[in-house]
């Protein structure tokens, strides 16, 4: 039997957040095409919406995203100096820090399809 949404209902922003969430996870997956473009966006996007959210569910995968981008960005950085010494060092540093970004983007995408939310490191 197929619900009814009706335009401006909760059903239905919860069905466009549900929407945005899968296309911002998707824009960080994707970003190994666009030399991180499309993380930027979706991570501007995660900043402007993250106010929105209604729930603790929705709330974790976006920290979740923003944490994996600003880890990344942090990794990336303290492993440049390895490009000017060798390449070989740099470009080994680069490749498992992509993997784990790649690893972390999936692992969220994955529980957010299955309805689950991402845990919260503990304080």
Known sequence: MNQIVIPGSAARQRSDLQLLTH???????????????????????NVV?????????????????ARSFWFTMLWLLLTSPLWAFFVFPGWAAWSLIGLWYLYRYIKGWWRFADGKPMPYPAN
């Open 49 to 65: 919406k993250r106010a929105d959210l209604p729930d603790d569910f929705y709330r974790s995968h976006f920290r979740w995203q």
């Open 23 to 45: 296309l911002l996870y998707g824009l960080h997956t994707l970003s190994w095409f666009s030399a991180g473009v499309f993380s930027v966006v979706a991570m501007v996007i």
